[in-house]
């Protein structure tokens, strides 16, 4: 059974911090790569950040720095620490499982096969 499952967005102010979760099926855990994307209003789905089983990652320019992703294999469950968030990190945000990983680059959205239904995070300055 493929499933993801995001949680722990919310609203934050300026400078704060969230840490969202998606719980994966093991099917998908084992045999993807996962990587998160985020979707504001009007705007399309962008990579934000993606993680081999090696741990290797890649991230969008906008989050370098702020943002860090992580895996516990243990649970099945990928995590997106974000820090120092701003007005414009706001967004619907999703994990995804795909069959390509780029090194340093984030992830591509049509290389992505699997979809989660989404967290909120909202950002107010």
């Known amino acids: 059974q493929v499933q993801l499952v995001e949680s722990g967005g919310g609203s934050v102010q300026a400078g704060g911090s969230l840490r969202l979760s998606c719980a994966a099926s093991?099917?998908?855990?084992?045999?993807?790569?996962m990587g998160w994307f985020r979707q504001a209003p009007g705007k399309e789905r962008e990579g934000v950040a993606a993680?081999?089983?090696?741990?290797?990652?890649g991230y969008a320019d906008s989050v370098k720095g702020r943002f860090t992703i992580s895996q516990d294999n243990a649970k099945n469950t990928l995590y997106l620490q974000m820090n120092n968030l701003k007005p414009e990190d706001t967004a619907m945000y999703y994990c995804?499982?795909?069959?390509?990983?780029?090194?340093?680059?984030?992830?591509?959205?049509?290389?992505?096969?699997?979809w989660g239904q989404g967290t909120q995070v909202t950002v107010s300055s």
């Open positions: 993680i081999a089983s090696d741990g290797r990652t």
């Open positions: 093991e099917y998908i855990y084992r045999m993807y790569f």
């Open positions: 995804a499982a795909g069959l390509i990983f780029r090194p340093f680059s984030p992830p591509f959205e049509k290389e992505y096969n699997y």
